[in-house]
């Protein structure tokens, strides 16, 4: 019969209505992070299991304290929802993962916004910047140095230690482990499940050198004043290490809203009053250069 057009099977038509509404509830979730978390009322921050002052770590009231809970607590009450501390994560890019999976909104946890971690997540404007260090063992150094036979040429620190020779040691699940393999390539990595294990290792000899950043620098010359006869702090000049916040790579709107946010307390002072009380305090020896 002409102009017939056989009709489709019930079947198909509910399956396809049913399609098209999955993708439309997909495209409403992915556009609208700030409705999602002011509907359920809380957001959720994923943050290191661990303390690192003074970005996040227990005080003596055993409340959590630091530039990046200052900054959770501030977002917020400024979304006018209830704050949840997610701390379950073991290492830096377990934080990552914690909101890749959507298990947490943002992660605010001294997080570099690495390459790769882009890859992953999308990250703020960053808030802060610290600088990176090597922390080298005099005597081991010394030993390093003897056998390159420099010919009375002067040779860069940082040329010196990328030998195979050189075991240089990092945290894993840190961004340094991106760094040294980058700026050291030739270098031998040594990876850490923790600071103290790794500090350990530098001060008995079984490293010539540690990666890591300005912050537990500062809190080992603070712990150890006399440390510094056995180890050397060295600033790797041109490498900033810059911090930002993380959230999906779907919650776009989530992220506008940050970095408008970040901007803001820029400007009205209240970023630059937590580095100065936290980060650039008398007592961590750091300076805001």
């Known amino acids: ?8 099977p019930v079947g198909s038509v509910l399956l396809a209505i049913l399609l098209a509404v999955a993708t439309m509830l997909q495209a409403h979730a992915a556009g609208s992070a700030l409705e999602r978390i002011q509907e359920k009322g809380t957001l959720t921050v994923a943050m290191f299991g661990e303390d690192v002052p003074p970005f996040f770590y227990t005080d003596d009231a055993g409340e ?6 200052s900054l959770a607590r501030d977002i917020a009450a400024k979304l006018g929802v209830r704050l949840v501390f997610d701390r379950s994560a073991t290492t830096f890019d377990g934080v990552v993962d914690k909101v890749r999976t959507g298990d947490a909104d943002i992660a605010i946890s001294l997080l570099s916004d690495t390459l790769e971690r882009a890859a992953r997540v999308s990250f ?9 260090f090597m922390l080298i063992n005099r005597l081991e150094f010394a030993k390093l140095t003897a056998t390159r036979g420099a010919g009375g040429a002067a040779v860069p620190l940082a040329k010196l230690l990328d030998d195979p020779a050189a075991h240089i ?7 340094y482990v991106g760094f040294l393999g980058q700026d050291f390539p030739r270098a031998k990595m040594v990876e850490f499940t923790d600071w103290n294990t790794m500090l350990a290792a530098v001060k008995a000899g079984r490293l010539v050198a540690l990666m890591y950043d300005e912050i537990e620098i500062g809190n080992w010359r603070h712990a150890d004043p006399a440390g510094s006869l056995d180890l050397r702090p060295f600033h790797l000049a041109g490498h900033p290490d810059t911090i930002a916040i993380a959230m999906s790579r779907e919650d776009q709107d989530l992220k506008a ?8 307390v820029s400007e009205s ?3 630059p009053s937590l580095l100065d009380t936290y980060l650039y305090s008398a007592d961590t020896g750091l300076t805001n250069d």
Do not use: E
């Open 269 to 271: 002072g209240f970023l």
């Open 257 to 264: 809203w940050i970095d408008l946010y970040l901007g803001k």
């Open 124 to 132: 703020s404007r960053s808030y802060v910047s610290v600088r990176q």
């Open 1 to 8: 019969m002409p102009g017939f057009v056989p009709a489709k």
């Open 64 to 69: 959590l304290a630091g530039i990046d809970p």
């Open 169 to 175: 040691g990092v945290v894993s699940g840190t961004s």
